[in-house]
């Protein structure tokens, strides 16, 4: 899939063996679901490049303790381990590593062992002790040497320390890296809980106060708050002003005689006032009974928020995570410095070690001085558009206060009428997307319209205004509350012409998949026709086959994996304390592979078939063969992914019938086709925060678009500019003129033609255990992947 190997900017694997170097893994501090995802991508892709690969067993004790508690992994050792929660090696506050004769003791233990590449998984406090380490090696060697305990050839052979770290925290509390470890299963937990409580809160017309984790860092509350549409919020980072209680109870009340039949008021459990007093989650219980006389009940998490089994995305995070340390490992030479493994946007970057635990140190400095703007900056641009997006929501001023917004605009250059509609498939996160839209435009001073059923609802005149309170609680619903069909506007471009003329509708945002995308190219094409098409119309994607021109990810589809993860778990399980059994299972996504490749990475899957990787039999052969050998060791389940439309002749029962037959007397097959349950469920709690700030930023596009095409009384906008999709790419939110990713479209099987996460499928491979040649680019990210057929001696080993 990638073009020719080029010698200038690619280093060759074989120049990255870990052949005679021994590498170990740690997890220490608390706890974070995925940690167990990260050891078993540093295990299997160390086995894989030929070093040796040590557990430390709890953290920096067991370094400090040496003894069983450095051991050699195996690549069984670590099977069965990726869906686990916590770590599984163990986790230990270790307060003789602060010593320096702990850190001696320490230092022994991997010498003797020939230990000199570190991979460290921890928060700020670990990975700074571990750079520590690394700083003191050279000196901690000759004390050693001085007393005997280690020769000079010892110290030659080991002397410089290796360290790459990963940030694994539930509170994403680290500087440099956009998402933690663990982060997103705790936000899971968080959203688990907050859907349970609104059924019982509605019930009883009750105030749920939730204590969250975060007694440093907001990102819990703030990013919860966003997901669930909570009534208030406090967090360390936006104390609120002075009257705070006043406002608050005027604000909860407010929604009361709206109708509203709960309300939602989540603290971070560090969460101070301006004058850096704690606010406690029985302060503002108190505060609301003593006010309102509202019934109000608190609800503390807890360490639930640790617990549970790893969402799809931490899986597939630390996976990355785990692959990128050791190769960091193998480049690093001997002046290279501690690094740590990050996430910005959507790429896995090495950033220097100790420049983010400087900045993540700043943060809390900021904060004892009360400069809470600054301590947002430095937390991070992912912060910054949580926080930014929060605000715009809490913005909204009483009824009697907003715009009188008529059907014209000749008065009022700053009203306007903004029509939102779902096009395509139903996807988990359209309704958090649309209940934003409405709310920003509101407070933008926007006249909001609905239109159900799309495209079709459109031309048929199914539009009406919706306000403020019609979207409450929208953000926890799956589907689409305004109802989405596949229908394309091009037979029917007069009468929606028409309509937009009736409501006087100054702008378009769609919100769906590839039929979203397609129905705009014909209504910005039949712009010479139609002058209501001349105003500005912007796309967000929603889709759970993630197949959209122009962004990374779309609305829907961390949902749908996280899906077919659960379920794959549940499938393997059903299998525990039977014989040897294959799994094969089919997803959704069109022609894209997207759900099948992720899916399967999150999963542990054996083998994933796509259409964007052409194979034929001999493929199949090799992966049966694969898959046999490794169930005559101590593999007892096998996990083969089928995107829907990957091949033609291939099909989910041919493939079954394959692997039935050459599989038997070795394993046996069952299949399970996941249909629709990938498009039902409620949303991830990315999918409602992706699409709350995503909705928010396309709005006020639309506002400034408006503002700039308003001329003699009415807008006119015919540019391509003014018809935008709103993607990321890579590391930013980004408006793309729809008709400059034409060329970026292939649209008979209606993907993208160039798709990041094909650069997956090599990580997926190594550590299903594949023998393959790979590149590695400039910045460390697999490029290039070539299945070799396995040979019997290959599994022998285990390597």
Partial sequence: MTGPRRQDTRKFVENLSGAGKSIAVLTSGGDAQGMNGAVRAVVRMGIYVGAKVYFIHEGYQGMVDGGDNIKEATWESVSSMLQVGGTVIGSARCKEFRTHEGRLKAAHNLVQRGITNLCVIGG????????????????????????????????????????????????????????????????????????????????????????????????????????????????????????????????????????????????????????????????????????????????????????????AFDRILASRMGVEAVVALLEASADTPACVVSLVGNEAVRLPLMECVQITQEVQKAMDEKNFDEAVRLRGRSFEHNLSTYRLLASRKADSELPNVSTTTNNLESSFNVAVLNVGAPAAGMNAAVRSAVRVGITEGHKMFAVNDGFEGFHKGQIKEIKWGDVGGWTGQGGSLLGTKRTLPGKHLDKIAEQMRIHNINALLVIGGFEAYMGLLELSSARDKYSEFCVPMVMIPATVSNNIPGSDLSIGSDTALNAITDT??????????????????????????????????????????????????????????????????????????????????????????????????????????????????????????????????????????????????????????????????????????????????????????????????????????????????????????????????????CI
């Fill in 124 to 311: 700020d406090g670990s990975l700074t002790g571990a750079n520590l380490f690394k700083e003191e090696w050279s000196g901690l060697l000759n004390e050693l040497l001085e007393q005997g305990l280690i020769d000079e050839e010892a110290v030659r052979r080991n002397s410089v320390l290796h360290i790459v770290g990963m940030v694994g925290s539930i509170d994403n509390d680290f500087c440099g890296t956009d998402m933690t470890i663990g982060t997103d299963s705790a936000l899971h937990r968080i959203i688990e809980v907050v859907d349970a409580i609104m059924t019982t809160a509605q019930s009883h017309q009750r105030t749920f106060v939730l204590e969250v984790m975060g007694r440093h860092c907001g990102y819990l509350a703030l990013v919860s708050a966003l997901a669930c549409g909570a009534d208030w919020v406090f967090f360390p980072e936006m104390p609120p002003e002075d009257g705070w209680e006043d406002n608050m109870c005027q604000k909860l009340s407010e929604n009361r005689s709206r109708g509203s039949r709960l309300n939602i008021i989540i603290v971070a459990e560090g969460a101070i006032d301006s004058q850096g007093q704690h606010i406690s989650s029985d302060f503002v219980k108190n505060l609301v009974v003593g006010r309102l006389g509202l019934d109000t009940r608190v609800t503390i998490l807890g360490h639930v928020q640790r617990g549970g089994t790893p969402s």
């Fill in 568 to 797: 794959c778990d549940r499938i393997k399980q059903s299998a525990s304390g039977t014989k040897r059994r294959v799994f094969i299972i089919e997803t959704m996504g069109g022609y894209c592979g997207y759900l099948a490749t992720v899916g399967g990475l999150a999963a542990g899957a054996d083998a994933v078939y796509i259409f964007e990787e052409p194979f034929d039999i001999r493929d199949l052969q090799t992966n049966v063969e694969h898959l046999t050998h490794k169930m005559k060791t101590s593999i007892q389940r096998g996990l083969v992914l089928r995107n829907e439309n990957c091949n033609e002749n291939f099909t989910t029962d041919f493939i079954y019938q394959l692997y039935s037959e050459e599989g038997r007397g070795v394993f046996d097959c069952r299949k399970n086709i996941l249909g629709h349950m990938q498009q039902g469920g409620a949303p991830s709690p990315f999918d409602r925060n992706f699409g709350t700030k995503v909705a928010a930023k396309a709005i006020q596009w639309i506002t400034r678009m408006l503002k700039e095409s308003y001329k003699g009384g009415i807008v006119f906008a015919n540019s391509e500019e003014s018809v935008c999709l709103l993607g990321m790419r890579r590391r930013a939110m980004v408006f793309q003129p729809l008709a400059q990713l034409q060329g970026e479209t292939d649209f008979v099987h209606r993907i993208p033609k160039d798709q990041w996460w094909l650069k997956l499928r090599p990580v997926m491979k190594i550590l299903a255990k594949y023998k393959i040649d790979y590149d590695v680019s400039e910045s460390g990210q697999l490029e290039h992947v070539t299945q070799v057929r396995p040979k019997e001696s290959d599994f022998s080993a």
